[in-house]
């Protein structure tokens, strides 16, 4: 069964610092790696990932797969208050006809001012 | 552009009650769909997904089911809710059938007494 772990649970930071969420995986067919934010309702998507070492960034964040060692981080810099949400952790499945996503249980970042 | 709907927004049910969510997904053809719940301390678990009408695959044996009836509906059903069946439900929808790129809804929170 597909797992995705996601540290730390919960994590309460000032603005302006620098935060650092990490996601480990097992995937039997691995495809993709995928970070969503979900602020209340909706999640929506920030960034796919497929090969080792490419750096995905938009803004202040930023995003690096290591395929070897099975994980992922998201970076935040100069964190904003409305950097506050559940970042989630998914991985998606090429094995069967579904290419299933399996999500990580998230972790909730509150910046405060 | 694209928007997806999902009705109600809260919804409170008693144990043994029937239960119809409904998403439609806006300013797209073909759309694949996806009915996912998330619990409390629990990441989002994929129910149901669907490449076209009438065509829908289970992910999870349980007493729920979906229907496609059009192509931009997608409706989650039950004849009987269980307390187990609390939590709140996102619809999802993507270009490409095998993309783990998804667009949330807003969800339906359900409570089931």
């Known amino acids: 069964e597909d797992k995705v772990v996601q540290s730390p649970l919960s994590l309460v930071v000032h603005e302006g610092d620098t935060v650092t969420l990490n996601c480990s995986y097992e995937?039997?067919?691995?495809?993709?790696l995928l970070w969503y934010k979900q602020e209340k309702k909706a999640p929506t998507f920030l960034f796919m990932l497929t090969s080792s070492g490419i750096e995905k960034k938009s803004g202040r964040l930023s995003s690096i797969l290591d395929k070897k060692e099975l994980f992922s981080i998201l970076n935040i810099t100069a964190t904003q208050t409305g950097d506050s949400a559940v970042y989630l952790c998914a991985v998606q499945n090429s094995g069967g006809s579904n290419y299933k996503l399996t999500f990580g249980k998230g972790t909730l970042l509150t910046v405060n001012p | 552009s694209q928007t997806i709907h999902q009705w109600p927004a809260t919804l409170v049910q008693p144990v043994g009650s029937p239960l119809s969510l409904e998403c439609t997904v806006e300013?797209?053809?073909?759309?694949?769909l996806y009915w996912y719940r998330q619990a409390a301390g629990r990441g989002l678990q994929l129910l149901f997904y669907?490449?076209?009408?009438?065509?829908i695959s289970s992910e999870v044996p349980q007493n729920l089911s979906a229907s496609r009836p059009q192509d931009r509906q997608f409706i989650l059903s039950s004849k009987k809710l269980l307390l187990s069946d609390s939590g709140f439900y996102l619809c999802a929808w993507s270009r490409i059938w095998d993309s783990g790129e998804q667009y949330f809804g807003p969800g339906t929170r359900l409570t089931v007494t």
């Open positions: 300013g797209t053809s073909n759309p694949n």
């Open positions: 995937v039997t067919n691995f495809r993709s």
């Open positions: 669907s490449v076209g009408i009438g065509q």
